[in-house]
RNA sequence: GCGCCUGUAGCUCAGUUGGAUAGAGCAACGGACUUCUAAUCCGUAGGUCAGAGGUUCGAAUCCUCUCAGGCGUGCCA
């Protein structure tokens, strides 16, 4: 609906520009939007005050020359009019409303998708968890923002990939497998010195054990490189494995696994390091080997080799943003905990320095998440593995109370994730409200089906919607795709959480004053026809945020 | 020290890239069940948008400074 309003402004401000009464370029940057307060009409644009100080005239001059082009659409406007200091409001007529009814019906589950990205490939890499451990919450935060943002950009018409890379490789998998084994002799009382900043958690123990009834006491037997060699690779196949599980269960999709370790079988690492250096953008000082990051706007160089020779994580994660631009990529989403923000200046420059434009890199930064239970907070610590993990909360609040949950704030906003009100089964809890805003619409149209009714676009007496019920109701469903457009433009998916409580409130409101089923008229087939509307769209929009819309509660 | 993020109703947070009288949910208070699910709805109250300047027709939004909280500032990953 927004779009056919901005083109019948746009379509009028050119003619005025072609007979001269505006200066070319008066649309720039005008916006169409909803006014806050209803009395003001659907919509309203800002144009007669952008364009004002260039055309040389003032505001409710062009609002009016405008508003005259406007008012013969009366296919539109029912209503045109031009308030405060130049808007131009627009009262849509009601029977183009209740054409959104018809759009939602022929198009079912795609309605809301849009042709906005154009079939341009995107990559959302999310989650990213090193397998030295199972997924803690700030990592089923990311996981939700990311699934989601994949499953909203692909309706809004971007080709997506949803990705996890894996760092199977560098100081933290030897680090692993020396916590396991040392947990593993510990079993057989030959303890060794637990390593410094080794991995604290009670799965390392339960690894250990495992290796235990899969080698006995064979691996005390090996030599100490051996035996942490056969302990890394144990311990990261199973937490991976239980990383894939808790994704599965927390219905996060990846397309595509990306290994860390495979940037070095195919000499990617040194391909890039290659390219840098024949780029200029390399070189030796105190013995290790620099990246100019300075040339792109970061603070300071960046070393890629250290003076012992290793590289540092800095380096194969260059490599590996070259290999995301090489499979063609125009946008490329890293999804980020907060505290990597540091990283964002270096990783830009990075793409710069691979021939990209800055642009096409976005780094979205997860904000911490902090538990409340009975209102006091709970105390997590990573450093002694005391934190609290992602199947911990799946256990207890589920999946759709826990996506939900990581959805309802901007990302990079703490969220406060209260472990009671997840559970609540009342209004308090917005999952529960919007899921039964989707049960109760089920259990009417069941209702109908017994009287052998079923909704029928076709049998519809559309002047029984025009009441302001019904259209209020419909003006919410008109806005679903505008919102998804503006998520996948923005990356902020949090607005599809807002977007469904606006929807269910819309619609509990309306069932409280209208009986959708009534003995007499033909205004039932009417009400049929849009609860299953809002239906539909609940259904869609849950869909995004996958979570269940269960159809009885 | 420098940099990034945050600061909006009692609480948790939105605010469509600068628009009209700043919104929602929860909590509080007062109402509504002969009813398709009251697991709901209606109403009331609640604000110096952290503070001070500035930019302009117009600022919660942009700029500068101050204050408060969080994070970063590794040849860690």
């Not at 009016?64 to 406007?77: A, C, H, K, P, V």
């Not at 943002?149 to 949803?162: C, D, F, H, P, S």
Request: proline share 3%; glycine share 8%.
């Amino acid at each position: 609906m927004k779009d056919t309003i901005e083109r019948a402004v746009t379509s009028a401000v050119e003619d005025l520009t072609k007979r001269g009464l505006l200066p070319p370029g008066s649309g720039d940057a005008a916006t169409v939007s909803i006014p806050q307060n209803k009395e003001f009409g659907d919509y309203a644009t800002n144009i007669a005050m952008i364009s004002a100080s260039r055309a040389k005239k003032s505001p409710r001059e062009i609002a009016s020359l405008i508003r005259g082009e406007l008012e013969q659409r009366n296919d539109l406007f029912s209503e045109v009019t031009i308030a405060g200091p130049g808007f131009i409001n627009f009262t849509v007529r009601p029977e183009l409303w209740i054409k959104v009814l018809d759009d939602i019906h022929e198009q079912g589950t795609a309605y809301g998708c849009s042709a906005y990205g154009q079939g341009r490939k995107v990559q959302v890499e999310f989650v990213s968890a090193n397998p030295t451990g199972p997924l803690h919450i700030g990592h089923g935060r990311g996981a939700a923002v990311g699934d989601t943002l994949v499953r909203i950009m692909k309706t809004a018409g971007y080709e997506v990939q949803a990705e996890y890379y894996i760092n199977d490789i560098g100081n933290q998998m030897n680090l692993l497998g020396l916590s396991v084994l040392s947990r593993y002799r510990e079993l057989f009382d030959q303890g060794i010195s637990f390593p410094e900043n080794g991995y604290q958690g009670e799965y390392i123990r339960t690894i250990a054990s495992e290796l235990t009834r899969i080698h006995g006491e064979g691996l005390l037997a090996l030599d100490h490189h051996e035996a942490v060699h056969v302990c890394r690779e144990y311990a990261a196949r199973s937490i991976l494995e239980g990383i894939k599980d808790d994704l599965i269960r927390f219905e996060v999709h990846f397309d595509n696994w990306f290994s860390e370790s495979s940037l070095y079988d195919q000499h990617k690492v040194d391909e890039t390091l290659e390219h840098l250096k024949t780029s200029g953008l390399s070189y030796e000082n105190d013995g290790a080997l620099w990246f100019r990051t300075t040339r792109f706007g970061d603070e300071k160089d960046r070393v890629l080799r250290k003076q012992d020779g290793s590289l540092t994580y800095f380096a194969p994660d260059i490599a590996y943003h070259r290999d995301k631009l090489e499979r063609g990529f125009t946008k490329i989403i890293d999804i980020w905990g907060a505290d990597h923000h540091g990283y964002v200046p270096r990783m830009r420059a990075a793409i710069q320095a691979l021939d990209s434009e800055p642009e096409s890199f976005h780094a979205l930064l997860i904000q911490l998440v902090s538990l409340v239970r009975d209102g006091k907070p709970v105390s997590m610590s990573t450093r002694s593995g005391e934190f609290v993990t992602l199947r911990e909360i799946l256990d207890e609040v589920g999946t759709d109370a826990a996506r939900y949950f990581f959805l309802m704030r901007r990302c990079d906003s703490h969220l406060v994730f209260d472990l009671d009100l997840a559970k609540k089964k009342t209004e308090e809890n917005p999952v529960f409200y919007i899921q039964y805003a989707h049960a109760r619409i089920c259990s009417i149209l069941r209702n109908a089906a017994e009287l052998g009714l079923a909704p029928d676009m076709s049998q519809v007496d559309r002047t029984l919607l025009e009441q302001d019920d019904d259209l209020d109701l419909i003006k919410v469903l008109a806005t679903y795709p505008d919102v998804l457009v503006s998520c996948a433009a923005d990356l902020e998916p949090h607005r599809v959480a807002f977007y469904l409580l606006e929807l269910a409130t819309e619609f509990h409101r309306f069932y409280n004053k209208n009986r959708v089923i009534s003995e007499s008229g033909p205004g039932t087939m009417a009400r049929l026809v849009l609860v299953d509307a809002v239906r539909q769209v609940l259904v869609n929009a849950l869909a995004l945020m996958g979570i269940v819309a269960p159809e009885s509660m």
